[in-house]
Nanobody, 114 residues
């Protein structure tokens, strides 16, 4: 069992930046790690992925603005978010998967507003 805890959310103006962190209670080296988000009234949607081998994939709506990274030594995954837009407002969740196991954090709120 791996517990994930997100942090780094907050209120930011359009065009601003935030850096989200996902800290794991155990080793993430064998996990494929994801960020998802859920806006009010909408379904949870995929944002970014970094595999255990370091392969990276992004949703089209964040390409060129968001960067995902992982530090296996620190059991941490980050999501650097730049050029934020009001439509990026959502709760952001960290997810780790391996085989049939899937672990979720509690989420961190990101609000982009002037």
């Amino acid at each position: 069992q791996v517990q994930l805890v997100e942090s780094g959310g907050g209120l930011v103006q359009p065009g601003g930046s935030l850096r989200l962190s996902c800290a794991a209670s155990g080793s993430i080296s064998g996990l494929n790690m994801f960020w998802y988000r859920q806006a009010p009234g909408k379904q949870r949607e995929f944002v970014a992925q970094i595999t255990s081998a370091g392969g990276i994939n992004y949703a089209d709506f964040v390409k060129g603005r968001f960067t995902i990274g992982r530090d296996n030594a620190k059991n941490m995954v980050i999501l650097q978010m730049n050029s934020l837009k009001p439509e990026d407002t959502a709760v952001y969740y960290c997810n780790g998967r391996r085989g049939g196991y899937s672990y979720w954090g509690q989420g961190t709120q990101v609000t982009v507003s002037s």
